[in-house]
Each structure stands twice: as C-alpha cells, then as structure tokens.
C-alpha cells in the first residue's frame, strides 16, 4: 500500500524561502513519479512539480525559476525547495506518487485514486 507524509510546511513572509519534504513508502520510482500539487481554499488543485524516476522534472507555469524539486531515492523521499515565496503560494502542498509514465505537473491536477495516491499535506502560509 502507498504511503505518503508531508512536512515542513510553515508560515513564512513575502520573498522567504520553506522547503517541504515528504517520505514514501510502498512502492518505487521504477513505477511511480513523485511531485507536488497544491489546493488553496476556494481555488481548484495546481500542479506544482514532478520528477520522474529519471530525474527528470516538471514544474507548473507558476513556480518555474522559484521552486525546485528534488528526490532521494535510498530514502524514498522527495523535496520542494521553494524560494521567493509570494502570498499566491499560500495553500496546502500535497505529496503525490503517480503510475501515469512521464507525468507532467500540469497532469498532476487530474490524479485520482485509480493512478495514484497523495498524503494528507502540509500547509504552507506566505504573508505579505
């Protein structure tokens, strides 16, 4: 069974820097990529980043040149560095393993339980 858990959200002002992290279990990169989709209150789920057992990324239109996602495989684990923080990034930050070969960050919006599974996330809250 899939396993997800997030961390190291926080509260952080305009221009600041957080890094989320989140630990998996139950599966490997062979089969599943990792990434991160976010969901603010009253906006539909955002694609922020995959990265694919190549090491391959994708980032959402949004985050380009501000976020960074990266992996660990002896860990399991995958990481969003995200820098310049601005209030439009407040939201809950979903870890996500998804089967869907070469998923982009912008499909990472549609991932349902049938292709994969996410955690119960990690707030994250940027003031002006």
């Known amino acids: 069974q899939v396993q997800l858990v997030e961390s190291g959200g926080g509260s952080v002002q305009a221009g600041g820097s957080l890094r989320v992290s989140c630990v998996g279990s139950?599966?490997?990169?062979?089969?599943?990529?990792m990434g991160w989709f976010r969901r603010a209150p009253g906006k539909e789920r955002e694609g922020v980043a995959t990265?694919?057992?190549?090491?391959?990324?994708s980032y959402g239109d949004s985050v380009k040149g501000r976020f960074t996602i990266s992996k660990d495989n002896v860990k399991n684990a995958v990481y969003l560095q995200m820098n310049n923080l601005t209030p439009e990034d407040t939201a809950m930050y979903y870890c996500?393993?998804?089967?869907?070969?070469?998923?982009?960050?912008?499909?990472?919006?549609?991932?349902?339980?049938?292709?994969?599974?996410w955690g119960l996330g990690t707030q994250v809250c940027v003031s002006p």
């Open positions: 996500a393993a998804d089967r869907r070969e070469g998923v982009t960050a912008d499909a990472l919006e549609t991932i349902d339980i049938d292709v994969g599974s």
């Open positions: 139950g599966f490997t990169d062979r089969d599943y990529s």
């Open positions: 990265i694919h057992g190549d090491g391959t990324t």
